[in-house]
């Protein structure tokens, strides 16, 4: 069984910077990508950035440039590094543990998300 624990999240004012972590535990592959999907209010569920054991990264394009993930892989821990923040940024933020198969990956294991608000 696999437990992803999110903390980090909070109000911030449009400009600022967050950092948010999600821990894992349990039984983790040493082959595998975690990342950040994040649903805000009446909208679908959208990537936000993905970082595999690797570390290669994958972010969506509304983030890059703006928000930078990376991970400790002997903590099973990924972080997201939130800079210049909008209000459309604002959302429920969920961390996200799946297996990693080279060209795509699953979404097997999700945290309890986090909320980001961001007022303008």
């Known amino acids: 069984q696999v437990q992803l624990v999110e903390s980090g999240g909070g109000l911030v004012q449009a400009g600022g910077s967050l950092r948010l972590s999600c821990a894992a535990s349990g039984s983790i592959s040493s082959i595998n990508v975690m990342g950040w999907y994040r649903q805000a209010p009446g909208k679908q569920r959208e990537l936000v950035a993905t970082?595999?054991?690797?570390?290669?990264?994958n972010y969506g394009d509304s983030v890059k440039g703006r928000f930078t993930i990376s991970r400790d892989n002997a903590k099973n821990t990924v972080y997201l590094e939130m800079n210049s923040l909008k209000p459309e940024d604002t959302a429920v933020y969920y961390c996200?543990?799946?297996?990693?198969?080279?060209?795509?990956?699953?979404?097997?294991?999700w945290g309890q998300g986090t909320q980001v608000t961001v007022s303008s």
């Open positions: 970082i595999a054991s690797g570390g290669s990264t």
């Open positions: 996200n543990l799946g297996r990693d198969f080279g060209s795509w990956r699953s979404n097997d294991y």
